[in-house]
Structures are given as C-alpha cells and as structure tokens.
C-alpha cells in the first residue's frame, strides 16, 4: 500500500528566504506526482504536476523535483513572500494512471513578513 | 470554464439526517474523484467515475454512502443517517483522461454534524 510522507509537518520562516519541502512515497511504481495548496478552509489549487519520467518542473518562483527510484520529491520555493502562507500537499498516482491520488498529511507553511 | 464547482460549500446537519452534496466537473473532464479531508490530513480517496461508471470504491465508503454520476456529467455523493464521525470536507476532483491526468479539484463542501 502506497503511503505518503511530507516533512517537516509545519514551517515557518521569514519573508525572502528561499526554502525546501520534502515528500517521500514508499511505492516507486507511479505515474506522476502532483503538488498543491490549500488554504484554510478551502480546496486544492495545482502547482507542479511532474510525470513519473521527469525529473523536474518549474513555475515561476516554485521548482519541484523527481526521484522516483529513492522515492522522494521536494518542493523548492524561492524568495518566499507572505502570501505564499498555506499547506503544501504531495500527492502520488499509482501506475495505471486511472488511479486515484494517495496524499501526504501536508506542511503548514507560515512566511513572516 | 469556470472550474470545478461543489455546492453547497457549509453544510450543518443533525445526527441521523441525510445529506446530499453535488460536483460540477470541468466541462468535457470524463472522470471524477471524491475525496474526504478531516483536519489535519491529506485527502482519502472516497470513488472515482468515468464518465457515468463508478469504477472504484474506497473501503472508506461505507454503506451509508452513495455516489451517482448520471449521464457522466454533475455527480452527488449522498450520506444516509449521518453520524458526527461524517464531519469532514468533501472533495471533488476532475481530470480529463489524457495522458496528462492533471487532478482539479473544487472548493469542497464542508459538512458539520451535530
């Protein structure tokens, strides 16, 4: 069974530095992994989907990585800003493609200005 | 295309009751997931259609859960006799069945029960 792991739980930093989130999947066998954001109370909005024969994708200030045979990803945000204040979820497809997604718990990210 | 839309967004209900909840997928995405967010935690698969098939169920979806996805466009997902361990945010995703397989998710429907 396909388990998702995202360290640190919570972070907070001050406003322009630039910073790393780690998600870990036991199960290298997937499709794509897809990252997010989700404020209080409200949905999911898609930042990096990187499919499983990538090795990275950008957007902007956000840069997320692929290594699919140690089973890690990691999220890099440059020059963090206020705004960027939320919960970053990792999420893994299994193989088939049709599969639903197997999320991470998050990390609460909290930027100081 | 306006985006994945859920309706309603807050819902409070009594022990017992039942509640239905809709998902209005992007137009022309032939598959939809439902997820269910309790605080703290990631998403947990609930189902998953394509176009008007249900093809997955999760052991999560008990049977007091229904899903439907008539002619493959809105789907609801309804709770019969709720229970306060229901209270959680329901999630509805799309995604149009390229290759890509991008998930889109909509606001959610949060559900309290009392």
């Known amino acids: 069974k396909q388990e998702v792991t995202q360290i640190p739980a919570a972070l907070s930093v001050p406003e322009g530095e630039n910073l790393v989130l780690n998600c870990s999947f036991t199960d290298s066998a997937i499709y794509n992994l897809q990252w997010f954001r989700q404020d209080p109370g409200k949905g999911l909005t898609s930042l990096l989907l990187i499919q499983s024969s990538q090795r990275e994708q950008t957007s902007g200030r956000l840069n997320a990585s692929l290594d699919k045979s140690s089973g890690r990803s990691t999220l890099y945000i440059a020059a963090s800003q206020p705004g960027d204040s939320a919960t970053y979820l990792c999420?893994?497809?299994?193989?088939?493609?049709?599969?639903?997604?197997?999320f991470g718990k998050g990390t609460r990210l909290s930027v100081i200005a | 295309d306006t985006g994945v839309s859920q309706d309603p967004r807050h819902k409070i209900t009594k022990r017992g009751q039942n509640v239905t909840f809709r998902c209005d997928p992007i137009s022309e995405h032939n598959r939809l997931y439902w997820y269910r967010q309790t605080l703290g935690q990631g998403p947990e698969f609930l189902t998953y259609f394509q176009n008007e098939a249900q093809l997955e169920k999760s052991r999560l979806l008990s049977d007091r859960f229904s899903a439907e996805r008539p002619k493959g466009s809105f789907s609801t997902l309804e709770i019969q006799r709720t229970e306060q361990g229901d209270s959680a945010m329901y999630l509805c995703?799309?995604?149009?069945?390229?290759?890509?397989?991008?998930?889109?998710f909509g606001p959610g429907t949060r559900l309290t029960v009392l």
């Open positions: 999420a893994v497809r299994g193989w088939s493609g049709n599969t639903p997604l197997v």
């Open positions: 995703a799309s995604t149009p069945g390229t290759k890509n397989n991008e998930q889109f």
